[in-house]
Nanobody
Framework: QLKLVESGGGLVQPGGSLRLSCAAS????????IAWFRQAPGKEREGVSS???????NYADSVKGRFTISRDNAKNTVYLQMNSLRPEDTAVYYC?????????????????????WGQGTQVTVSS
């Protein structure tokens, strides 16, 4: 059974850092695009960052230069390193997966493109 589990969320002060992890089980990441989305109270879910099976990355303009996505296929895990956090980054962060071909550059930041989702992890940026 394909499963995604996020971890690493928490409370951090503005300017601080967190690293989120998305651990996959039941499938190998080599054939999947992975994306991070977030949803704040009263707002729509928005794409944050994505990484293709071939390693190509995408970032929302709001996080460029502050967030870095990476994958460790040996550990079947994708990471989101978040630096210089701001109060507006506060949200529940979800990772999502969609099957593609190995070595693909495909990894859109559209929620509707992803079939598999984790349960989410809360990130709160506040002093």
């Amino acid at each position: 059974q394909l499963k995604l589990v996020e971890s690493g969320g928490g409370l951090v002060q503005p300017g601080g850092s967190l690293r989120l992890s998305c651990a996959a089980s039941g499938f190998t990441l080599d054939y999947y695009a992975i994306a991070w989305f977030r949803q704040a109270p009263g707002k729509e879910r928005e794409g944050v960052s994505s990484i293709s099976s071939g390693g190509s990355t995408n970032y929302a303009d709001s996080v460029k230069g502050r967030f870095t996505i990476s994958r460790d296929n040996a550990k079947n895990t994708v990471y989101l390193q978040m630096n210089s956090l701001r109060p507006e980054d506060t949200a529940v962060y979800y990772c999502a997966a969609e099957i593609t071909r190995r070595g693909s550059s495909w990894s859109p930041l559209r929620a509707g493109e992803y079939a598999y989702w984790g349960q989410g992890t809360q990130v709160t940026v506040s002093s």
